[in-house]
């Protein structure tokens, strides 16, 4: 027989685990949907159809992230995770990547873009992302152990 304090326990658990689930959902609900690439071949981005003229980079091996507008800020979302890559005929790698693929998508932005990056951590360890390229403040510059 349970007495009144082991059932209060065990309601506080299933609610605690109930708003966690549901934190979850709610705080991924803006997220831009994490595009996958099931292949390491190369894909042919193609040019802007709106914003400024460029000729979009070409990833040998790679891909480029796609990303959202939203008021005027373009959102990419990377996933860090476990994959499995061929590196040549049945030898399988089992790797750390991003978007299904290792190594991860480019991220092209031009000159005076505004950049929103979310990044989900699917991997068993805590992740860092170092930028280069970008001038960032020292405790977001993602460098593990030193900021």
Do not use: C
């Amino acid at each position: 027989m349970m007495n009144r304090r082991q059932l209060l326990g065990v309601g506080a658990a299933g609610a605690a685990l109930v708003s966690s689930q549901a934190w979850g959902k709610t705080t991924n609900m803006g997220l831009p949907e994490a595009a996958q690439m099931d292949t390491a071949a190369t894909a042919i981005t193609p040019r802007p159809s709106t914003g400024p003229d460029y000729t979009p980079v070409v990833t040998l091996n790679g891909w480029t992230l796609p990303h959202r507008m939203n008021n005027g800020v373009k959102e990419f979302h990377l996933v860090a995770e476990p994959v499995e890559r061929e590196l040549a005929d049945g030898m399988i790698a089992h790797l750390w990547g991003y978007n299904g693929q290792s190594t991860g998508p480019t991220i092209e932005a031009v000159e005076g873009d505004r950049v929103r990056i979310y990044v989900t951590n699917k991997l068993p360890e805590h992740t860092t992302v170092h930028w280069h390229g970008m001038i960032l403040p020292s405790g977001m510059d993602g460098v593990g152990g030193l900021s």
